[in-house]
C-alpha cells in the first residue's frame, strides 16, 4: 500500500502523473475557440454496457470508459494496456503464447491459456464475444473506444463474463473522406506504421480501412545461440462498411485479421535444477529478457473474423437487431520449457478454433422504462495438439495430448428498466443459458521424438455433458439530484464447465470427468457524479462476491508409487471483496487529472488439493491487494502554433502471485510503473509529432511464471518490456 499511497500523494501535491481517463481525450476537432470553450468542462461520456447508450454516470454499476484518442495519445496498441486505467485488473499476454490474453477482474480470470479451458472475463468486439483466450489480445488500431465493465455480466452478456467483461467498440465510417498516416521509431529498432483510410462511396453507403504493422528487435539476447529474444513482427487489418438505405435501417459489416510472427517471449529462469536435469549446473541469466535456450522456438498466429450487424427501427420506440458472426484462428508454437542449453524439455502445440454465433435484440422504449430482450446462439469447435518431448526428464518420455472440444450454447435473455419516480429506477433482468459440450481425447506416451509410434495410452474417450445456468440481475438506482447516482445491485454470473485436455484415465480416472461450471453471486453498491458544473466527475463501488466450483489446477492422488498427477477440477470456492475510487477533474481550463484506486481481499473459503483442504495456504492468482494510477495532462495552446500536450501517467500494483503456484520465486512484489509523452498538434491539426517513454524507471517486473515439480527446479519468469522510447509523426487529411 505505501507505493500507492505515494503515488496519490505526490499526484496532489503536484506531482505529474496520469491515470485512467474515462472522458474524451479532449482534443477538438474544430477550431480553436470550441477547444477553449470546452476546455472548463469534462465530455460527456457516453457507454453501451447495458445494450444502449446513456450517460456513464447513470448506469449502476462500475464501467470505465476509455476513448480512441485517448489510447492513441498513450501509445497504447493492445488490450493489455488497459491496466492503466481501471482498479482491481490485471491484464498481460499470456505466458509463452502470442496474441492470447490472460485477464482478471476483481481477482478473477484464468491464468493458464491451455486449450478447452473456458476465460473468466469476457471479450468482446463490436458486440461478438471473443469464446477463447487466443487471439483475445485485441489490437486498439482506430477504436472508438473500450469499456471495461467490473463485476459479473450474467444476463446481458452471459457465459463467461463473470469476472466482467471488455468491450472493444471500433470506429464506424463517417461520410467525409479523410484518413491519417502515422509512421513510429524508436530504440529496439521499433519501426511501426499505421494507416486510417475513411471512404465514402456514396451518400448512403461509406467504409472505413484501417491498417498496421508492428516490428521491433528482441529485448533480451539468447546467450547459447546469439539471436533476440521477445522481438514483435505483427500486421492488424481492419474494415468498416456502413450502408442506410432509408431512415430507420442500417447495415454493418466489419471484418479485422491479425498476423503475428513474433519471437516467443523471454522465459528468464530463476532457479538452477539440480545436476540430474542440468549436470552443468548453468548460472542464471543475467537480464529479465534473457534465456540460454537451444530449441529453435516458434509462435505463429493467425486470427480473422467477421461480423454483420442490422439495425431496424421497426416502429416508434422499437428497434430490432441482428449480429451475425464468425471468427477462426490457428497458432503454432515450439518452446523451450527450462530455457537451458541442453535439449531437456522441448513442447511443440498446434491449436486451432472456428466459432459462429448469432444474436437477435429486441429493443423497446417508452417514457417511463426501456427493455431489451434477446436470443445467443453460439457453436464453436477448438482442436488441440500438445507434443512435450522430455526425454530426460524423470521418468523420461515422449507425450502427446490431441483431441477436441464442440460447444453448442443457446441462451434467451431480458433486461427491463423502469422510472419508479423521477429519483427512483429498477432494473430486473434474468438470462438462461443451455450450454452442450462434446469432447475427444487421445492422449499417451510415444517412443521417440517423431510421436509416430505409440507404446501406451493414458486416456482414449468420447463424452458429452449439458450445463444450464440461469444469470439474473436486481439493480435499485436514486438519482440524489441531477449530477448524483447512487445505486446497489446483486448478480449472478458462469463460467463454462469444460474437460481437462491433459486427462490420464489410465492412473488418474477422475480426470477425464467434465468440470461443472464455476459461479459467482455479487452485491454492489455505489455512487457516481459530476460536479463542479461537470469538471469533476466520480465513482466509488464497494463490492463482495462468493464464488462457487472455482476451477483450479491441483494434484490429484494417484497409484501408490506414481507420485501426483497435475489436475484441473472444481477445486475451490472463495470470497472477494473490495473497495473501487475513480475521478477525473479538470483543474484549470489547460489541465486535467484522473485517477483511481482498487482495494481487493481474496481468500478460498475451500481448496481442496490431493484430497486435503489447504484453503488456509493458498491464494487467488492475480488479485493485488492494492492497484492504483493517476495523473495529470498539460494541454497548453501555442500562439499561432497549433498546441502542446505533455503529460506522465503512472500506476501502481502491490505483491501479486501470478499463478497458483506456491513457489516464492514467482511472487513478484509491489512496483511503480511511469509513463511520460510531449505531443505537438499543428495549428489545422494536420500534423502531430509525439515523443513518449514507457516504463521511465526502467522496472524489472514478471508479469506470470511457471513452475515445474519442486525436485525438478524448473523455474521461469516472464517480463514485461523495460524501458523503451518512441517518436510518432502523424499526417491527417
Known sequence: MTGALAMLVGLVAGMPAAAPEAAESGREPAATEGREARATELDRVVVSAR?????LWRVPQSVTRVDGQ????????????????????????SRAFNGSLTAYVRGIGQFDPIWGVEPGVGVYIDDVQLARPQGALLDVLDVERVEVLRGPQGTLYGRNSLGGAIKLVTRAPEPE??????????NYARRDARLVLNLPLSADLRSRLA?????????GHNLFTGGRVSARDAAVARFNALWTPRPGFEARLAWDRLRDRSGPQGARRLAIPPPSIDPDQTPLDPGPHDVRSEAAERLDLDNEGASATLDWAFADGWRLRSISAWRRGESHA????????????????????RQRSQEFQLHGEGEASRLVAGVYLLEASERGDGRSDAR??????????????????????ADWVGDLDPAWQLELGLRYSIERKRAVADNGNYTDASFSVRHSTTASFRDSVEYREPTPRLALSWFASADTTLYAQVARGFKGGSYNVRANAVLFPDSVHPLDSETVLAWEAGAKGQWLDGRLGWAAALFHNRYRDIQLSVLAAGIEG??????????????????????QARLAPVLRWSGHLGYLDTRYDQYIDNGIDVASSRHFPNAPRWTAGTGLVLDVPLDGGGWMQARVDGRYQS????????????????YSVWYASLAWTSPRQRWDLALRVDNLTDKAYRTTGFAYQPSVGIVTGYYAPPRHWSATLAYSF
Open 51 to 55: 445494450r444502449h447508450d446513456e450517460a
Open 70 to 93: 485517448e489510447l492513441e495519445a498513450r501509445g497504447i496498441t493492445d488490450l493489455a494496456g488497459l491496466d492503466r486505467f481501471a482498479p482491481n485488473l490485471t491484464l498481460y499476454p
Open 177 to 186: 473522406f479523410g484518413g491519417k498516416l502515422a509512421l513510429t521509431g524508436g
Open 211 to 219: 491498417l498496421a504493422s508492428y516490428d521491433h528487435d528482441g529485448y
Open 334 to 353: 515450439v518452446l523451450d520449457m527450462e530455457s537451458l542449453p541442453r535439449r531437456q524439455w522441448v513442447l511443440g502445440r498446434d491449436f486451432a478454433e
Open 392 to 413: 530426460h526428464f524423470p521418468p523420461p518420455g515422449y507425450y502427446r495430448a490431441a483431441g477436441s472440444i464442440r460447444t453448442r450454447s443457446l441462451a434467451a435473455y
Open 562 to 583: 506414481q507420485g501426483g498427477f497435475p489436475d484441473f477440477r472444481n477445486a475451490g470456492d472463495g470470497t472477494a471483496r473490495g473497495v473501487e475510487l475513480e475521478w
Open 655 to 670: 505483491l501479486t502471485r501470478p499463478t497458483t503456484d506456491l513457489n516464492p520465486l514467482l511472487v513478484q512484489a509491489g
